[in-house]
């Protein structure tokens, strides 16, 4: 098993940010949720702990104790030692439905003309693609996803829209991703997914976790009206597949 | 309930913070000033998570419908209990039909209307502080109402508290952040040796300041910010985030404020100088 090299930094007295090398890479996420899952499991047991995974850095953070830096981060290097070979995590694909309706695809037809493609062509590159969340920040259920085929990358808006609806899929650079609220945003939006990716009614209000894998469903206007309809009822049931480890 | 008659500028139910939903993306949030808030709370022997009002820069007209007892903290401010002035860190009962009435603010920025058993808005998440979008509101309008539960015949077993206020403090104690070591020997220089303003973008979410440092071009790969985190702008720029910012960022982090500081900057207006001190 591959155990990337780790460096540990202060970070004010109740944090420790563990980093791995520089590098967007599935080896390195899945070294940092194995460890997540290891300290978790058997190390941090005082529930104040709360962990934040991200790229290639995971924040340990208690807002109630007061790190002691070096005897702290001593026991982290001994625990990662320790953590090879742990139990292999349960992997998992969700299947987001979008529609790609040119009422919410709104910059489709842009897109199609500065990328010099069908729009046929951008909605099948985009749902064949198979994306990793790299990490949740920025607001609310919102995922970094990594994987965006070389041939849809697309600058940003020159100008950043003031507003874009809830659940606007975008693309920009590298990234793709879901606003899971109406927000201000300068991705280009190709379309809009009905299910909300961040629910405070919800005991688990985001059902995604850093790791995980997204793939995008084309579904015709009728399906999103119906899915609309569930997600404003509480009923909704993203679709979930297990995939091997 | 407590009724809004006057909502004041920016008037929002806070508590100890929303933990345990940051891998979620969601701030942890809760009072701006966490020591003026314990000290409050502990008057009138309630929990420390109890809720209370923050009340920034200008203050409400409150009416009280049923018998309890309050505690005034944070920021020095004009404040009449049915036209008669009340203080701070001083347990006032109230009855039905009783008028709060906010003036202007002599010192500080944030206020605090602590109450005996907390103040019982709706609890979403583990927490009652105000976030849009997990609460529906930011905050207080005028006409609304925030629940409390009535308590009669409360003694305090102390009933005034003297504080060494934080008001008057400039300096920010901090620690190093993960990207501390990026700073030059100038940048650095700067950094302790001047005083900062605070800009007129300041609210819950984050503190900018006016003067920058010179500028740089690392970038990092987005990765966990806490409240009390100094990013570092490739311009030059300082942010130093607070309760409400958000849980991820791709600045460098260069210092992190201590529990204290977050405390004294809270109490910080547009204007307001600062500088930075190693703890």
Not at chain 1, 17 to 33: A, D, F, M
Not at chain 1, 153 to 173: F, Q, S
Not at chain 2, 203 to 210: H, I, K, T, V
Request: include cysteine; proline fraction near 5%; aromatic fraction near 10%.
């Amino acid at each position: 098993m591959i155990h990337p090299p780790i460096s540990l930094k202060p970070y004010g007295r109740h944090a420790l940010l563990i980093e791995w090398p520089n590098e967007v890479s599935e080896t390195i996420l899945e070294s940092i949720l194995d460890f997540e899952d290891f300290l978790v499991r058997d190390c941090l047991k005082e529930r104040e702990w709360e962990t934040i995974s991200a790229y290639n850095s995971l924040l340990l953070v208690h807002p109630k104790i007061e790190i002691d830096f070096p005897k702290f981060s001593q026991s982290v290097k001994e625990w990662y030692e320790r953590s090879k070979g742990s139990v292999a995590r349960e992997k998992v694909l969700w299947k987001l439905p979008v529609s790609y309706d040119k009422a919410f695809g709104i910059d489709l037809d842009e897109v199609a003309d500065r990328l010099g493609m069908g729009i046929d062509e951008i909605i099948t590159l985009h749902t064949e693609s198979v994306y990793t969340v790299y990490g949740i920040g920025f607001v609310p259920g919102f995922m970094y996803l990594g994987g965006v085929p070389q041939e849809l990358e697309i600058p940003r808006k020159a100008t950043p829209r003031l507003k874009v609806k809830k659940g606007a899929v975008g693309i920009a650079g590298k990234q793709t991703g879901i606003y899971p609220q109406e927000s201000p945003g300068g991705w280009n939006i190709i379309g809009n997914c009905p299910i909300p990716l961040f629910d405070r009614n919800k005991k688990n209000p985001c059902f995604v976790n850093v790791g995980d894998k997204i793939q995008f469903q084309k579904v015709s206007l009728g399906e999103y009206e119906l899915h609309k309809i569930e997600a404003e009822v509480g009923i909704y049931k993203p679709e979930k597949m297990l995939l091997d480890a | 309930m407590l009724k809004v008659l006057k909502s004041g500028f920016f008037t929002s139910v806070q508590d100890l913070g929303r933990f345990h939903h940051r891998k979620k993306g969601v701030p942890v949030s809760g009072c701006m000033d966490q020591q003026s808030v314990y000290k409050v709370n502990t008057l009138l022997e309630n929990d420390d998570r109890s809720a209370v009002l923050e009340i920034t820069m200008t203050g409400p007209t409150l009416e009280f419908e049923k018998e309890t007892s309050i505690v005034l903290g944070g920021a020095l401010i004009s404040v009449t209990l049915n036209n008669k002035p009340i203080q701070n860190y001083k347990v006032y009962q109230v009855k039905a039909g009783d008028i709060l009435s906010y003036g202007s603010f002599k010192k500080g920025f944030r206020a605090y209307l602590a109450i005996k058993g907390g103040f019982r808005s709706k609890e979403i998440l583990g927490s009652r502080s105000f976030y849009v979008p997990i609460t529906d509101k930011n905050r207080l309008e005028a006409g609304d109402e925030v629940p409390y539960e009535e308590h009669q015949g409360f003694t305090p077993k102390i009933s005034e508290l003297k504080v060494d206020s934080l008001l008057d403090e400039t300096v920010l104690e901090v620690y190093k952040a993960p990207e501390f070591e990026l700073l030059t020997d100038r940048q650095l220089e700067n950094l302790f040796s001047r005083e900062f303003t605070v800009s007129k973008e300041n609210n819950r979410m984050a503190y900018q300041l006016s003067e920058t440092l010179e500028g740089h071009q690392h970038s990092i790969l987005t990765s966990a910010t806490l409240p009390g985190t100094v990013q570092f702008t490739p311009a030059g720029k300082l942010i130093i985030l607070m309760k409400d910012g958000q849980t991820t960022g791709g600045y460098p982090r260069i210092l992190q404020l201590s529990d204290k500081s977050i405390s004294v900057l809270a109490q910080k207006r547009e204007g307001n100088t600062i500088s930075f001190k190693f703890i």
